[in-house]
């Protein structure tokens, strides 16, 4: 419905200004009414709702943060070329089936009005519907899921956060209100040192100033001229899916994955969740979060160290107060000198009256004994018993004598009946009765006639002694040497007995046996 202004006085078309008056549109504007910016706001509003009522419109929300303290929500529904504002009131979103939701897209339907206060248009939302994820969400999913794929998002890849770190090290516009939050917040905790790598944290270029920040970070030394931080805090206030995107950039993801030092993400409110959140160490709700998780709480650490030391001081005076309860507890419980002694004392006294006819009895068994050893001494002196001793000792003193005597007799004649018996079984004797020993030129017995008949030469040995001779029937030989003489077989040495043989007579000589060997005769 077209803007109707309110009526005017009626003029003529026709009427032409004379010459050094004011043109006829000087004289309309000078006659037009004016409007109150109220007036115009009421007339718009009026205009926008007549035209359009009630509509469905679709669009993907954005820049939702949740009900407001008052109970009604405010966000956007936008598509790739325009955003109008929405309002959804208390008793409507309690009522609605499809709640609001950051980068959903939705069919919502709702009274389109104007908000005089802010000279903008909104709609008034009755009812929602889900259509789909929107294009920025989809986006974001996709590369969450590629980013997780290669293990950037593992558990095992985060670190602790240091307990009081030297030096803190902050992401972060150096105009906005983060910065000031956080080192307000340090302030009242713990002051530290703090770096603070300016960025920008929306817009072209602000994702690579980002990852530039972190990696310049973890390139510092521990011992250079600027000191190397400890913790890092990446921090922005909070925006829509749109101002947040650059710290959902795959460059600052990797970044912060790849970081030496620990990581704090704080990026937007508590309800916004940017793929850095799941890169990094911690994330915090807020940026002021991030600066409590950095550091702990000065005073209570003096608190507790203070609640610590007078507890310990506590432990000692108990432990101290309780060994000297024990001391005394014991030193009562230790008996008296008299009392610790007078057991003693008894046992003394006892062992004293024991003592006594104790030794005497000892004494008088003692006397005793000594008693019937002189008794037995005087009846058996030493001197009788050595007497008889020696007496015994010469009643045997010739039996050893005649004992070995006797023994050597019997081993003589023992011995002299064997070399009888030698004599006897010898070939000597045989010969002493008349016979002869006859052997060849080689000293060998000579058995049988025909032995003796082809014998160049024969030893004929007697008793007395040998001689040579050559048989009748033996056939011309030249005479072989005559052999030496055998001297005969010495007779073995005898005892000597009490009848010994005469010797032999000395004109007798006998002649040498000749070297050979002994033969048998039997």
Do not use: C
């Amino acid at each position: 419905m077209p803007l109707v202004p309110p009526p005017r006085p009626a003029t003529s078309a026709a009427a032409v200004p004379p010459p050094g008056e004011p043109a006829p549109s000087a004289l309309l504007q000078a006659n037009a009414p004016e409007w109150s910016v109220g007036d115009l706001a009421a007339a718009l509003k009026r205009t926008l709702e007549d035209a359009f009522g009630h509509v469905r419109l679709r669009g993907e929300i954005s820049g939702y943060r949740g009900p407001h303290g008052s109970g009604h929500a405010y966000f956007s529904l936008k598509d790739g070329t325009a955003k109008i504002d929405a309002v959804v009131w208390k008793g409507v979103l309690g009522r609605l089936r499809q709640k609001p939701k950051e980068g959903l897209e939705v069919v919502a339907t709702g009274k389109i009005t104007t908000f005089a206060g802010k000279s903008s248009y909104q709609i008034v939302v009755d009812s929602m519907e889900p259509a789909g994820i929107g294009a920025w969400m989809a986006l974001l999913e996709e590369r969450k899921r590629q980013l997780a794929a290669e293990g950037l998002f593992e558990a095992d890849r985060k670190r602790p956060i240091p307990f009081l770190p030297r030096v803190i090290g902050v992401v972060t516009s150096p105009t906005g209100a983060v910065i000031r939050d956080i080192l307000h917040r340090l302030e009242d905790r713990f002051p530290r040192p703090v770096l603070v790598w300016p960025v920008r944290v929306q817009g072209e270029g602000a994702a690579e100033e980002i990852a530039a920040a972190i990696r310049g970070f973890n390139a510092l030394t521990p011992d250079g001229p600027i000191p190397r931080p400890d913790v890092l805090i990446v921090a922005r206030g909070g925006g829509s899916i749109e101002d947040l995107w650059a710290f959902n950039d795959e460059a600052v993801v990797r970044a912060a994955a790849e970081s030496g030092i620990p990581l704090i993400s704080a990026v937007g409110h508590e309800t916004d969740t940017t793929l850095i959140d799941f890169a990094s160490d911690r994330r915090a709700p807020t940026p002021t979060g991030a600066a409590e998780m950095a550091v702990p709480v000065r005073a209570e650490l003096l608190a507790q160290i203070h609640d610590l030391g007078a507890r310990q001081a506590g432990t000692m005076l108990r432990r101290v107060e309780r060994e000297r309860a024990d001391f005394r507890a014991l030193v009562r419980a230790i008996p008296g000198a008299d009392a610790f002694l007078a057991a003693k004392r008894q046992r003394l006294d006892l062992a004293d009256a024991r003592l006594r006819p104790a030794l005497a009895a000892n004494a008088r068994d003692s006397r005793e004994r000594l008693n019937r050893l002189a008794d037995r001494l005087t009846r058996r002196s030493p001197a009788i018993a050595l007497a008889e001793a020696r007496a015994r000792l010469a009643g045997i003193d010739h039996r050893p004598r005649t004992a070995i005597s006797r023994i050597i007799e019997r081993r003589r004649d023992r011995l002299g009946a064997q070399a009888g018996l030698l004599g006897a079984l010898s070939y000597k004797a045989v010969l002493a009765r008349g016979y002869a020993l006859v052997r060849d030129a080689d000293g060998l017995p000579v058995r049988s006639r025909d032995a003796a008949a082809t014998a160049a030469r024969l030893q004929l040995q007697f008793a007395d002694g040998a001689i040579f001779a050559r048989p009748e029937d033996a056939p011309d030989a030249p005479v072989a040497p005559p052999l030496a003489a055998v001297p005969p077989a010495p007779r073995p040495k005898r005892a000597p007995r009490r009848a010994t043989p005469e010797p032999a007579p000395k004109s007798e000589k006998v002649a040498p046996e000749p070297a050979a060997r002994q033969g048998s005769l039997f």
